[in-house]
């Protein structure tokens, strides 16, 4: 029989180790215990910057307090902290990081380094660090006030975790998904994430708001859905507030942001009780958009419960977590409940009531037979007591003058939503598109069924047990110098497979009747060339910012890709192109934008029955491309109550009250 093996104590280096990988399982973990650290210290600015998923280069560099250079020399040992003196301490903690664990366990499994200056010092200390340890007296060096943790080959001695980690994509991603959550939770610090080798990932303006950073790291169609809450309840003593998203959102993935007392946690029986409240009004395996700040009784939560601090339980979960659910049920309700709606008919001879979708009640109404309508639009549409019905990919006549024969081919690239600008004059244009935005008519298009199109310009919608004529143009156009502002500097290409000269475009718009060219104008050519040459000065901004690509020859390549599976009319991209330089005001910002995105949609919105797609004539675009984005996308301006974009030409309960007459 074989002798036992001696048992031997482990060295003191192989042991910190151990523990350090137990609390810093990821890059994400590291970052995370790192942009705490910079929220204690006070930062308003936070720049993160990543090579390699976190595993090559992981730095933050804040604009906090600093630390001083006497504490350099404890600052990566085990259990040293500014921030906890006794163990009761650890019941009121105010403050992120509690343990002085953080850049001890770093260090012991990453090459760490730290430059930091304090107010009261001149210039800035640099100093490396190995296993807990400063190497060598902090050495003088330029900086800025605050703190710079540079984190290099994370895990190079620990071969086995770096192997069990996935991809740098993933590594990044989950990088990604913290910063963009505390950025959220933080907005009055600006966040910044970029990839070594790429532009800003994320980037947040300090001084922001939640709602401002959701639409900035989470895009648009989250952002303007989103629902405020705020409750309180004395009794369990908690108080919690945030947003989410009403019942018009839905996503494959449940987005939960969750902020307990501060800090970033999972609790996962919250978490199911959350998405179990909407699993009632969303469709099947719909989830929504949740971020969520509670706080607790800093008595009643046990922070100290996991190394890394994520799943976080608390005294009297259960009922906090019911009562918390019932508040956001009863919120969520009212949100698509309570409407007034003062929609007037215009047109003659129709007799229409105001919509009266009065603020009603939570109580669930009685439904009466007549208010029951057929709203699955996979049922039949209207155009089937027309004739043929038109089947998706069966080319008519006229679609058959595709884009390709006239040397348009648009270029993969998908539609981003999520705009990320720091541009004021576009946030600003947004704002008031959002300010003047028509809530009941959101809803109405938010949540209609297509019924069918009565021409290019015109379609049926149904909502509720109301029936709408829609003026597509109108309405399109709007949608479309909406998508202007939404994906400004995030444009995918609609690209000519052959670059088309501006001069000969300006030309031809010239000869057409409709632009009126009179003799007094200048000569053709002369005001062909002014053209060429005003557009191709802006060529730059305009491929910056609009993926419209003017080469410095005069030769346009590109055009914005507005709407997936949408081309405008060739055609009236002579007008276009003089209307650009003309409408178009290019001296101040804000004008300039908002003119070229009205100027954008007008040409762009100009369907005719000619317009095509792979195949697919207009009917079916307007049904399954343009009533989809409006479905999805659309803000509804005050406005269409007076232009009658959209007007009510019947409803379910009104023509029962006919029917009863006879
Ligand atoms: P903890 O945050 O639990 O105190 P850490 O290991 O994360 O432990 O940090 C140790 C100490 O280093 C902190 O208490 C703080 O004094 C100092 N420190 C770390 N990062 C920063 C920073 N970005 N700015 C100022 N001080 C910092
Ligand atoms: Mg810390």
């Not at 057409?512 to 003799?519: A, D, F, I, M, S």
């Given at each position: 029989m074989d002798e036992p093996v001696e048992i031997k104590k482990l060295d003191e280096a192989v042991i910190n180790r151990i523990a350090a990988g137990e609390i810093i399982q990821r890059p994400a973990n590291a970052l995370k215990e790192m942009i705490e650290n910079s929220l204690d210290a006070k930062s308003t600015n936070i720049q993160i910057t990543v090579k390699n998923g976190g595993l090559k280069l992981l730095q933050i560099q804040d604009n906090g307090t600093g630390i001083r250079k006497e504490d350099f020399v404890i600052v990566?040992?085990?259990?040293?902290?500014?921030?906890?003196?006794?163990?009761?301490d650890l019941q009121s903690i105010?403050?992120?990081?509690?343990?002085?664990e953080a850049l001890a366990s770093i260090s012991h499994i990453a090459h760490l380094s730290i430059t930091s200056k304090t107010c009261s010092e001149i210039c800035a200390y640099k100093a490396n660090f190995v296993d807990g340890k400063l190497q060598g007296a902090p050495l003088p060096t330029a900086g800025n006030q605050g703190t710079i943790i540079t984190v290099e080959d994370l895990f190079f001695n620990m071969s086995v975790r770096k192997k069990a980690l996935r991809s740098p994509a993933e590594e990044y991603q989950k990088i990604s998904e913290v910063v963009g959550k505390y950025a959220v939770h933080n907005s009055k610090v600006g966040f910044a994430l970029r990839?070594?080798?790429?532009?800003?990932?994320i980037r947040t303006p300090p001084d922001s708001n939640h709602v401002e950073n959701i639409r900035i790291v989470y895009g648009n169609s989250i952002a303007r859905e989103l629902v405020e809450f705020e409750v309180e309840n004395e009794l369990l003593r908690f108080k919690a507030e945030g947003h989410m998203t009403n019942v018009n959102y839905s996503s494959k993935k449940f987005i939960f942001l969750l902020f307990i007392n501060h800090r970033l946690v999972d609790c996962q029986n919250l978490k199911k009780c959350i998405d179990q409240v909407y699993s009632t009004y969303l469709p099947k395996n719909g989830h929504p958009f949740v971020y969520l700040s509670l706080e607790l009784d800093?008595?009643?939560?046990?922070?100290?419960?996991?190394p890394t601090k994520h799943e976080v339980h608390f005294l009297n979960e259960e009922q906090i977590v019911e009562a918390l659910c019932a508040a956001l049920e009863t919120k969520l309700l009212k949100s698509n409940n309570s409407r007034v709606f003062y929609t007037q008919a215009k047109l003659p001879g129709v007799q229409v009531e105001t919509l009266?979708?009065?603020?009603?009640?939570?109580?669930?109404n009685k439904v009466n037979p007549k208010d029951?309508?057929?709203?699955?639009?996979?049922e039949q549409k209207i155009e089937k007591f027309f004739g043929t019905p038109v089947e998706k990919g069966k080319s008519s006549t006229s679609s058959s003058k595709s884009r390709q024969s006239q040397g348009m081919s648009a270029s993969l690239i998908s539609k981003v939503?999520?705009?990320?600008?720091?541009l004021t004059s576009v946030l600003e244009l947004r704002k008031s598109v959002e300010k003047s935005c028509h809530r009941v008519l959101r809803d109405v298009f938010a949540q209609h069924v297509f019924v069918g199109v009565i021409d290019v310009s015109q379609a049926l919608i149904q909502y509720s047990t109301k029936l709408f004529l829609c003026n597509t143009k109108k309405i399109l156009y709007e949608l479309l110098y909406q998508f202007v502002l939404y994906n400004f500097h995030n444009f995918g290409l609609i690209s000519f497979s052959k670059p088309l000269p501006i001069y000969e475009l300006a030309l031809q718009g010239l000869d057409?009747?409709?632009?009126?060219?009179?003799?007094e104008d200048g000569d053709k050519k002369e005001l062909a060339q002014k053209i060429t040459e005003i557009l191709t000065e802006k060529g730059e901004m305009l491929n910056e910012y609009f993926s419209m690509n003017i080469s410095e020859e005069g030769q346009l390549s590109s055009l914005p890709l507005?709407?997936?599976s949408y081309t405008p009319d060739i055609s009236g991209l002579p007008v276009y192109v003089l209307r650009l330089a003309t409408e178009v005001?290019?001296?101040?910002e804000k004008e300039c934008f908002d003119s070229f995105a009205k100027e954008t949609a007008l040409y762009y919105s100009q369907?005719?029955?000619?317009s095509a797609w792979e195949g697919n004539d207009w009917k079916w675009i307007t049904e399954h491309v343009v009533y989809a984005a409006i479905k999805e996308y659309f803000i509804p301006p005050k406005k269409f109550i007076d232009n009658?974009?959209?007007?009510?030409?019947?409803s379910l309960p009104n023509l029962y009250k006919v029917f009863e007459r006879c």
């Open positions: 990566c040992e085990r259990f040293t902290t500014s921030k906890l003196r006794e163990f009761d105010a403050t992120y990081g509690f343990r002085g990839k070594s080798t790429a532009n800003n990932d800093p008595v009643n939560v046990d922070v100290n419960v996991h009266p979708l009065k603020d009603s009640d939570n109580t669930p029951l309508v057929r709203t699955d639009a996979s939503t999520k705009g990320d600008t720091e057409l009747p409709e632009v009126g060219w009179t003799p507005l709407l997936d005001n290019w001296e101040s369907m005719s029955e000619d009658v974009a959209i007007l009510e030409i019947a």
